[in-house]
């Protein structure tokens, strides 16, 4: 499947709300991607939403 360059991250981004609300509800990171695998809201593979969900950890953390 090609994408265009930075589809990911918007991805990504759009679903930030899901993400923290299932994170909140202790969920971990592959359960999370699974999820949203599962109800078709992501299509990134699992390395890119772990790189994406490392850097907004970090952001949150700072």
């Given at each position: 499947?090609?994408?265009?360059?930075?589809?990911?991250?918007?991805?990504?981004?759009?679903?930030l709300g899901?993400?923290?609300?299932?994170?909140?509800?202790?969920?971990?990171?592959?359960?999370?991607?699974?999820?949203?695998?599962?109800?078709?809201?992501?299509?990134?593979?699992?390395?890119?939403?772990?790189?994406?969900?490392?850097?907004?950890?970090?952001?949150?953390?700072?």
């Open positions: 499947m090609n994408k265009n360059k930075g589809f990911a991250k918007i991805e990504f981004i759009a679903n899901v993400i923290n609300r299932l994170h909140e509800k202790g969920f971990n990171k592959k359960m999370i991607y699974k999820t949203l695998i599962k109800e078709e809201k992501i299509t990134m593979s699992y390395p890119t939403y772990c790189r994406y969900h490392r850097t907004k950890t970090n952001e949150t953390n700072s």
